[in-house]
């Protein structure tokens, strides 16, 4: 069973960028579909961008032309770059298959204030 770690939160101003990443115990080359779901206080779990096993990428409207996601197989990790990020992005981030069917990892928060 494929266990994931999110990594790369934390607190950044309103324009600001991070990058996340999705570090994953076994091999994700097999996983057709990996993407990125966040969760903000009192929402429910949303699925922000996904990315296929050879490099299509779809992001909700939310988040389109500031966000990318991006997969290296090899190194069994998924990554999000967050550009020009807004409070609404506050949340805690997660990574999983496109399906969320994989186990949780415990998500890496991201915070958006000045």
């Known amino acids: 069973q494929v266990q994931l770690v999110e990594s790369g939160g934390g607190l950044v101003q309103p324009g600001g960028s991070l990058r996340l990443s999705c570090a994953a115990s076994g091999s994700i080359s097999s996983i057709y579909v990996m993407g990125w779901y966040r969760q903000a206080p009192g929402k429910q779990r949303e699925l922000v961008a996904t990315i296929g096993s050879g490099g299509r990428t779809d992001y909700d409207d939310s988040v389109k032309g500031r966000f990318t996601v991006s997969r290296d197989n090899a190194k069994n990790t998924v990554y999000l770059q967050m550009n020009s990020l807004k409070p609404e992005d506050t949340a805690i981030y997660y990574c999983?298959?496109?399906?969320?069917?994989?186990?949780w990892g415990p998500g890496t928060q991201v915070t958006v204030s000045s």
């Open positions: 999983n298959s496109g399906s969320g069917r994989l186990v």
